[in-house]
């Protein structure tokens, strides 16, 4: 007789069975018991240090610049890492997110409305306004957390620094578009990955926190407020501050990578990005502020940009839609503000065309940083508190309001 067919074979592998079963069902009901313990009874009173470590939906709670763990009546931010807030003003507090650091608690200050900014750093057109959003706004069934509102108002933050750069990437490496119809391809994308709400990702918020926390103590240790870690700065640039030439890092210059074509597709998926926010929030009021990248704000001793390290695409037939890095490329003064006003006017006119506001905090920027710098001195690619405040007050002055600002050529 073959031992698989002896006596007891069966009811020994039906036992096995069982046991993994009841091995299963308790872990996920460990799980499942966890999570709901974390996000409902820890969350609420968890120290704003750990928003480090936390998913998009949860992260919505854990900010200082509303004056309740559930904002009412608020108004919301979008956007990249200016939206959320990088730069030395953070660095200055060690990371520590407690305390004010960025533009929303300006706003907040200046206001008394609750901010709430869904910037995340590294966030193109599509990321800051279709996943981002789906991921906070999409799945409102999901019983870990408090159902959110939707805001009173949004601002986009616009990054002329790398917003159409990032853009561009992804309709290379992620959309494809396969045919003439740029603009199907990016809707149809837009609207069956990023834009779709997946219910499954309800129950993967704790278990990305839990791999953020690992992720994290592997990267920076133990001390969860170390989220950034800079050190001096070299001086490349020499810029005008109050009459007086000023050292400088490598900055980042808009679009400097891309050719002409390849900045229109970039405005492309900018324009199909902001096309499906406004449906998805028809009723709403927005306005796009545009905010210079820190090439474009300062005047220079010299007639040269030095920028930081950029990726140009390779176009050659055997590697198209890969880049290279290429350091320390050197741009004529005049054309890098020839083209933010460029870039300005188009974003201007697409903003306006979708319906929406737009402000041009070029000027202001531009007026504080004649007598102070308003980046660095460590992280010469975001505000530091100067600029922080100049951009929260400019965005206090039109909450109740529908800017359009023209593009100044005015220095």
């Not at 959003?133 to 959110?148: K, N, Q, S, V």
């Not at 090439?295 to 839609?321: C, K, L």
């Amino acid at each position: 007789m073959s031992p698989d067919l002896q006596p007891g074979t069966g009811t020994r592998r039906r036992t096995a069975l069982l046991n993994a079963a009841m091995v299963v069902v308790s872990i996920l009901i460990s799980y499942a018991a966890c999570e709901l313990v974390f996000f409902r009874v820890v969350l609420p009173v968890l120290p704003m240090k750990f928003r480090v470590y936390l998913p998009d939906r949860a992260d919505f709670f854990l900010q200082a610049s509303k004056s309740r763990y559930l904002p009412r009546d608020y108004i919301a931010l979008v956007g990249d890492s200016y939206a959320q807030g990088m730069g030395d003003w953070l660095l200055s507090q060690n990371g520590r997110s407690s305390q004010p650091f960025h533009s929303a608690d300006i706003i907040h200050e200046l206001s008394g409305r609750d901010v709430v900014t869904l910037g995340r750093a590294a966030a193109g057109s599509a990321e800051a306004m279709v996943l981002r959003i789906t991921r906070i706004f999409g799945d409102a069934y999901c019983y870990l957390f408090p159902t959110i509102e939707e805001p009173k108002r949004f601002f986009i933050y616009f990054y002329e620094g790398n917003d159409i750069d990032d853009n561009y990437k992804l309709l290379e490496h992620r959309i494809r578009p396969r045919d003439s119809d740029v603009r199907a391809s990016i809707d149809r994308f837009l609207d069956e990955t990023y834009g779709a709400a997946v219910r499954w990702r309800c129950h993967g918020e704790f278990g990305d926190t839990i791999w953020q926390v690992i992720r994290f103590h592997v990267k920076f240790g133990l001390n969860p407020n170390l989220v950034v870690k800079a050190g001096p700065v070299a001086p490349i640039n020499r810029i005008m501050i109050d009459g007086t030439a000023t050292n400088a890092q490598a900055f980042n210059v808009p679009s400097s990578a891309l050719n002409e074509h390849q900045i229109d597709l970039g405005i492309v998926v900018y324009e199909r990005a902001l096309a499906w926010f406004r449906r998805r929030f028809p009723g709403i009021p927005a306005t796009v502020v545009y905010i210079p990248s820190p090439a474009t704000v300062y005047r220079y001793a010299g007639v040269q940009v030095v920028s930081e390290d950029i990726y140009v695409p390779i176009v050659s037939d055997q590697e198209i839609g890969h880049m290279r890095l290429v350091s320390g490329r050197k741009f004529p003064v005049s054309s890098i503000y020839a083209g933010s006003h460029a870039m300005c006017e188009r974003i201007r006119a697409v903003s306006l065309d979708q319906g929406t506001g737009f402000i041009d905090a070029r000027p202001a920027l531009r007026k504080e940083a004649s007598i102070r710098a308003v980046h660095g001195p460590r992280d010469w690619n975001h505000l530091n508190e100067a600029g922080y405040r100049v951009l929260g007050k400019l965005v206090a002055e039109h909450l109740d309001d529908r800017p359009s600002d023209s593009c100044s050529e005015r220095f």
